[in-house]
């Protein structure tokens, strides 16, 4: 374990609920834009629901935090990218980790800040009812499921002792979300990863060009402007200096 994250409990394997955990939902409801929004939370607000989770679930400087680890068995991952943790005297030494988010099957993440009284922080886990299951940020016709969402981190230390293996992320390390979802033990679909930046700061993909005209604009117009200014007195003083020469006396007295 990674002493950055040394503080949290580590799940190297996937955790698997207790079959009588599957269904813990408490109803309420929320009001928004004049809609009344039927609510249905898994959270701490339910006396069942610490028994429920993993050892640790609530360390942490906040619950749902465990490092090194994995997602639960059948659970997403969401927002896989890299932190960077400032260590030291003047952050003069710094580790990096990978993070991501845990979503139950059929649940998409996002962030939320109406379920709070449900025990349901910021990262939720939300699933529309009465539309297609999973369908994103589709607004709900019956209501919402929402649970908290599971924050996991590992260092590259860590890789060997997980199981399933994290994929390995496309980006450099110093770039932040590079995979916005994956299913543990799954192909990271190109489709669902960011687009990666060069060290050099030029982007691959189809914004190398627009980038390669910022810094023509930038930098190469300049240049070719200066080139033309130079080129142009260098001319001038040429043909002055001839017009002098020719000016000057030929010095036949006759």
């Not at 993993?54 to 932190?83: H, I, M, N």
């Not at 924050?151 to 199981?163: E, F, M, V």
């Not at 110093?174 to 930046?197: F, K, M, Q």
């Amino acid at each position: 374990m990674s002493s950055a994250t040394a503080a949290l409990q580590a799940l190297t394997t996937p955790f698997v609920p207790p079959p009588s955990c599957t269904d813990q939902f408490i109803t309420t409801s929320y009001t928004t834009q004049s809609r009344v929004i039927i609510v249905h939370a898994s959270g701490p607000a339910d006396s069942r629901f610490a028994a429920c989770q993993p050892s640790g679930w609530d360390a942490g400087e906040s619950s749902f935090q465990f490092s090194p680890a994995v997602c639960p068995s059948g659970w997403g991952a969401y927002r896989l990218g890299v932190t960077t943790s400032y260590l030291g005297v003047a952050a003069t030494r710094s580790t990096s980790f990978t993070t991501a988010y845990c979503c139950s099957s059929a649940f998409y993440f996002d962030y939320v800040n109406s379920f709070t009284a449900q025990g349901i922080d910021s990262e939720a886990c939300l699933q529309n009812l009465g539309t297609e299951s999973g369908a994103d940020m589709a607004p709900p016709s019956t209501g919402l499921r929402a649970h908290n969402a599971w924050h996991i981190s590992w260092a590259s230390s860590d890789i060997p002792s997980l199981s399933p293996t994290p994929p390995a992320l496309p980006c450099p390390s110093d770039r932040h979300v590079v995979i916005y979802s994956w299913t543990p033990g799954a192909t990271v679909d190109p489709s669902l990863s960011s687009e990666c930046n060069r060290h050099d700061g030029e982007p691959s993909g189809s914004n190398s060009d627009f980038t390669r005209l910022i810094w023509f604009a930038l930098v190469g117009v300049p240049i070719i402007i200066v080139a033309i200014i130079a080129t142009s007195v260098w001319v001038w003083y040429r043909r002055r200096r001839r017009r002098n020469r020719e000016a000057e006396p030929s010095g036949d007295t006759r």
